[in-house]
């Protein structure tokens, strides 16, 4: 009845979306509310049109493709295009018993509007059908009058000719699809949505030749549809919406595609409609994410899709209801700030200085600084990263001329958090790293990095939002420099630095000296700053890292160069002092001469200011004697004056005090023990002990690891087959590929293991697949340990890291690996303290390191052990005399009283 007619109308009338399946059948949706409304279909009554080409069936063999019937696809666009995005309504006239459903359908509210089914048949796009109408029925008598008139007006299926020329060449595979989408050269080419898979997924037909290809949506993916193992589809959170979307807007409408590239057979495109671009409409509503790996084909603006990303995250809608901003917890002063960078730490970190004072590192958002592959091969040379990795040091000399001493932008884009040693096994933990992008004038700092191919994007988890927000621009600098083949993306053979360290070098740096001496003024590169005087210089026209005393001053010493590790007032200052104005600065030096242990001394300019002559006028040092013999010492001593009627800092505590030094007395003398036998000295350490081998088991040692060896070649240890424990004798792969014995000092992890080897004294961590049990047949009951411990008699090591340091160098250059006479003297808490003579000349080495100033004595007070006390005594007054090493500034003890905190 008209009641029921009226109730079909309201309920089921479209708005601005259906879909045309043949010339005589569509799909209709209601209004949608709060998602996708429910299909129906309906058949187009007493009408018939030609089917549309279907494809066969896949996976079976036996069906094929079936082409389109004559005029078929030309009534399916009459349809489409008067119909697709318009208001309809419909009146069902049959159902049939198997759910289908039969009607008349007109434009508009209501069935005044336009009839279709007449409009077709008009047109001579369907044929009546003829054998089921009524005369009685105005509208069927309607539709066959329309046919004769279009039978006589020879219109479309009723033309001379048959039709053939209406049949589509369909193409449904393309069978080179790479050269395809080249061949368009990225120009927009006019298409119909025939299908939308998901909301980033569609099939399309390309006009004028009708391939039929699926094309994903270029730097986007929304949720889709995961296929379960029983043909079910179960859709992700908001897949349905986003399809509905897509569907909504581009099924059936007449679109430009521009094919943008094709990786592993899948073609990516763009989608362009009158209306808009689609790929920005699903960021925007929170139905898609960015992906980064279709992001760089993208040709329409990575950054819009960024941005539409952007506002969906913080609108939190949708796929991004549950969205955590990475700065969330941060302020917007915290966020985005100013500040003056102080340090290259390395190719993408820096250290700044806040506002604030507060010293800050920062680490470039996204990139990866130059790093080696594989292991280092040249194990006899000690690895430096700046040097030894490829491209690292232009990576630091980048930055370091760009950006030392210059404000900067600093934006934070994420917070990585610290990772435990738990979470990362054998890998370093690692502390919280604030991450941003630094600019200046404009200038991305890792953007240029990249682009000179010094740095490396980081790929990252496509769930992993925490990264540059200049993401693709750093993608974008990348694929340029590896194009160019730049920096790290080069074939050629990669920069070589021969950096010879000829710090402590005493034999090196006497070599450098007159050169350095006649050159004058030199320039440098502040490399280092160890305390307010005492700096690491790499010399650019040299090549080689020098250590420079400054000279004609006395800077307040650290805890690390004083006995008892209590640093001396404002040492600390003076040492930030002199970072803050030189470090990674390029500086002008002038070498005057050299200490013994091969530290240059000297002055050193930077920007016309004298560093000397800057830390005395800020009160951070005082003049030493040994200016007086400078130009420079009338300008010190003015500088001094003033700094000292200040009482500012170091002056406020300024004391003269010149103690003297209280020498043992010798009551009487008596010869000690000499039974010196020779040994071969293996090992050093750097508390200046010892281990050395009898030389008269020297043979039973060689034979015990040649057998041993033997042993292990011919059976193997299985790998990982050892268990480490604390005290276990074992045996242990050494770094040159033999086999020694070993004792487990401490077990840190599988991959790091303490070992002391027994029979040499030197110690080596390793990771427990090189270690094995130890055969019985070679264990200490066999053959004892051979690496004996001692240290030197009548010797007092300096707590000074860098004079101890001096000392143990030029041990290990004297004795190390030779052999010598050894006498035990007296007994300590860890072992015993001797006397060595080089094995040649009898020369005391203990002695020989006092009458260079290298060590200090200390003073035994038995009888019997006066007479080499005094001699060494006497080798140490030379020492003071000649102000050699330790004594180059006089007399240092001066301050060692008991409230300094020394004690003998």
């Given at each position: 009845g008209s009641s029921a007619l009226q109730q079909v109308m309201v309920k089921l009338f479209l708005l601005d979306f259906f879909q045309v399946l043949s010339g005589c059948a569509i799909i209709v949706r209601g209004q949608p509310r709060g998602g996708p409304p429910p299909e129906r279909q309906i058949n187009l009554s007493n009408v018939r049109a030609g089917a549309l080409a279907r494809r066969a069936t896949q996976n079976q063999p036996e069906t094929k493709d079936t082409p389109d019937e004559p005029w078929a696809f030309q009534a399916r666009e009459f349809l489409r295009k008067k119909m697709i995005g318009k208001e309809v309504c419909f009146t069902v006239e049959i159902k049939t018993q198997q759910g289908r459903e039969y009607g008349m359908v007109y434009l508009g509210k209501d069935s005044s509007g336009e009839n279709i089914a007449e409009s077709l048949v008009a047109e001579g796009l369907a044929t009546v059908r003829r054998e089921g109408i009524r005369g009685t029925n105005p509208e069927q008598a309607r539709l066959c009058d329309l046919e004769d008139q279009a039978k006589a007006a020879k219109k479309g299926i009723w033309s001379e000719g048959g039709g053939a020329h209406t049949i589509r060449d369909l193409k449904y595979s393309i069978e080179n699809p790479r050269n395809f989408v080249d061949s368009l050269h990225q120009k927009p080419v006019n298409a119909i949505i025939e299908h939308v898979r998901d909301g980033s997924v569609v099939r399309a037909l390309l006009l004028p030749d009708y391939y039929l290809v699926t094309v994903m949506l270029s730097g986007v993916k929304c949720p889709s549809f995961k296929r379960e193992s029983d043909g079910t589809e179960t859709p992700e959170p908001f897949a349905a919406e986003a399809k509905f979307f897509t569907e909504s807007r581009l099924l059936q409408r007449d679109v430009q595609i521009i094919l943008e590239s094709c990786p592993n057979q899948v073609i990516l495109g763009t989608i362009l409609h009158p209306n808009g671009n689609i790929t920005e409409l699903l960021l925007k509503e929170g139905f898609a994410r960015c992906v980064d790996w279709s992001m760089a084909v993208y040709t329409q603006g990575a950054e819009k899709l960024r941005a539409a990303e952007r506002s969906a995250k913080e609108r939190k809608v949708r796929i991004w209801k549950d969205y955590v901003a990475p700065t969330a917890n941060l302020d917007q002063k915290d966020r985005q700030f100013v500040a003056k960078v102080m340090q290259v730490v390395n190719a993408d970190a820096i250290v700044?200085?806040?506002?604030?004072?507060?010293?800050?590192?920062?680490?470039?958002?996204?990139?990866?600084?130059?790093?080696?592959?594989?292991?280092?091969?040249?194990?006899?040379?000690?690895?430096?990263?700046?040097?030894?990795?490829?491209?690292?040091?232009?990576?630091?000399?980048?930055?370091?001329?760009?950006?030392?001493?210059?404000?900067?932008?600093?934006?934070?884009?994420?917070?990585?958090?610290?990772?435990?040693?738990?979470?990362?096994?054998?890998?370093?933990?690692?502390?919280e790293r604030t991450c941003a992008t630094v600019t200046i004038g404009g200038i991305n700092i890792a953007e240029a990095l990249v682009s000179k191919g010094l740095a490396t994007v980081i790929r990252y988890r496509q769930d992993d939002d925490q990264r540059s927000s200049h993401y693709d621009e750093l993608l974008a600098a990348e694929a340029r420099a590896i194009k160019n083949g730049k920096g790290l993306h080069s074939k050629k053979e990669v920069p070589i630095h021969r950096v010879a360290d000829i710090s402590g070098e005493t034999q090196k740096a006497k070599q450098f000296l007159p050169f350095l001496q006649r050159a004058g003024?030199?320039?440098?590169?502040?490399?280092?700053?160890?305390?307010?005087?005492?700096?690491?210089?790499?010399?650019?026209?040299?090549?080689?890292?020098?250590?420079?005393?400054?000279?004609?001053?006395?800077?307040?010493?650290?805890?690390?160069?004083?006995?008892?590790?209590?640093?001396?007032?404002?040492?600390?200052?003076?040492?930030?002092?002199?970072?803050?104005?030189?470090?990674?600065?390029?500086?002008?030096?002038?070498?005057?001469?050299?200490?013994?242990?091969?530290?240059?001394?000297?002055?050193?300019?930077?920007?016309?200011?004298?560093?000397?002559?800057?830390?005395?006028?800020?009160?951070?040092?005082?003049?030493?004697?040994?200016?007086?013999?400078?130009?420079?010492?009338k300008t010190l001593q003015s500088a001094e004056e003033v700094a000292r009627q200040r009482k500012d800092k170091v002056w406020c505590f300024y004391e003269t005090r010149f103690p003297t030094e209280e020498v043992a007395q010798v009551s009487e003398e008596k010869e000690r023990v000499a039974n010196y036998r020779p040994v071969y000295v293996t090992e050093i350490t750097d508390g200046l002990h010892f281990y050395t081998q009898d030389v008269e088991t020297g043979a039973q040692l060689e034979n015990l690891m040649e057998t041993m060896r033997a042993e292990i070649a011919a059976q193997p240890p299985v790998e990982g087959s050892f268990t480490p424990h604390r005290g276990d004798y074992c045996i242990a792969k050494f770094a040159d590929g033999e086999w020694y014995r070993a004792r487990?000092?401490?077990?840190?992890?599988?991959?790091?293991?303490?070992?002391?080897?027994i029979d040499y004294g030197n110690r080596e961590m390793v990771s427990s697949v090189r270690l094995a049990a130890l055969p019985p047949a070679f264990s200490t009951r066999n053959l004892p340990p051979q690496a004996i411990e001692y240290t030197f008699a009548f010797i007092q090591v300096p707590q000074d890291e860098d004079a101890r340091a001096d000392a143990v160098d030029c041990v290990v250059r004297d004795i190390q690996n030779t052999q010598c006479l050894l006498n035990v003297e007296y007994g300590g808490a860890t072992c015993p303290h001797v006397t060595l003579l080089f094995s040649d000349s009898k020369d005391d080495v203990g002695q020989g390191l006092v009458k260079e100033g290298l060590v200090m004595v200390d003073v035994r007070k038995e009888k019997h052990l006066q007479k080499m006390v005094t001699e060494y005594l006497n080798s140490q007054e030379s020492a003071k005399s000649a102000r050699l090493n330790i004594w180059r500034y006089g007399d240092f003890r001066a301050d060692d009283a008991d409230e300094f905190g020394y004690r003998r």
């Open positions: 700044v200085k806040l506002n604030s004072g507060e010293y800050k590192t920062i680490h470039l958002s996204s990139i990866r600084p130059p790093r080696i592959e594989g292991e280092n091969k040249d194990k006899d040379k000690r690895f430096r990263p700046l040097y030894d990795i490829p491209y690292m040091f232009e990576a630091r000399e980048f930055l370091r001329k760009k950006l030392i001493g210059k404000k900067v932008n600093v934006t934070v884009d994420y917070i990585r958090a610290a990772t435990t040693a738990a979470e990362t096994g054998p890998v370093p933990a690692f502390p003024r030199s320039e440098a590169v502040v490399e280092y700053v160890f305390s307010g005087s005492r700096l690491k210089l790499y010399m650019p026209k040299e090549t080689c890292l020098i250590t420079f005393l400054l000279a004609g001053i006395e800077c307040p010493r650290g805890s690390r160069n004083i006995p008892g590790g209590v640093p001396e007032p404002f040492s600390e200052e003076a040492t930030l002092f002199t970072k803050e104005l030189v470090l990674q600065r390029e500086v002008e030096v002038e070498v005057e001469s050299m200490d013994k242990a091969g530290n240059f001394i000297g002055w050193l300019h930077i920007e016309g200011v004298n560093l000397s002559v800057a830390l005395v006028e800020n009160s951070l040092s005082k003049v030493h004697f040994t200016a007086e013999r400078s130009a420079y010492y487990v000092e401490k077990v840190e992890s599988p991959a790091k293991v303490h070992v002391f080897y």
